[in-house]
């Protein structure tokens, strides 16, 4: 998960990097600039994933933290389900660089250059700390943590 829960007890490791990009449609002219300020967007619709999701919650700190409120278009459930949207010219959204899979562009989107983005965001591994984890979840677990330290940056 991106944001555990803080009022449980958990046993957190975060084990990957999930940086957030702002994605148009890729013949949109915002394509072509090299850096964006997020007030340009002023005029600009937005596709976010829904309400409570990790990269929602990320999302709108960044919008918080940088007074800008955004015209909400669509919320969805799926980073695919974003990349189809934006590049069927509803708006603009953001999607975590691991669903461009390193790409700065892919059907039919590409990532804008905005200040301040990638919004930095991590993955975590969870379990409540009451529970044992069985030897299978221990061993996936590990492999997590070893694959993660092995695996290169992407590109964002």
Do not use: C
């Not at 005029?43 to 800008?68: P, W």
């Not at 562009?105 to 529970?131: C, F, R, Y």
Request: proline letters at 6%.
């Amino acid at each position: 998960m991106s944001q555990p829960p803080k009022h449980m007890d958990l046993n957190d490791q975060v084990f990957m990097s999930n940086p957030l990009v702002l994605i148009a449609p890729s013949d949109d002219p915002l394509t072509r600039e090299t850096q964006l300020e997020l007030e340009q967007l002023q005029t600009r619709r937005f596709i976010l994933r829904e309400k409570g999701s990790g990269t929602r919650m990320a999302v709108d700190g960044y919008f918080r933290q940088r007074r800008f409120k955004p015209q909400v278009r669509l919320e969805l459930g799926s980073n695919e389900a974003i990349k189809e949207s934006v590049a069927g010219g509803l708006g603009l959204g953001f999607v975590s660089s691991h669903a461009l899979h390193g790409l700065s562009e892919e059907h039919g989107v590409s990532v804008l250059q905005v200040v301040d983005t990638p919004i930095a965001s991590h993955w975590h591994m969870v379990h409540l700390n009451s529970k044992k984890l069985t030897p299978v979840a221990a061993a996936f677990k590990r492999h997590l943590l070893e694959a993660s330290q092995s695996s290169p940056p992407t590109n964002t």
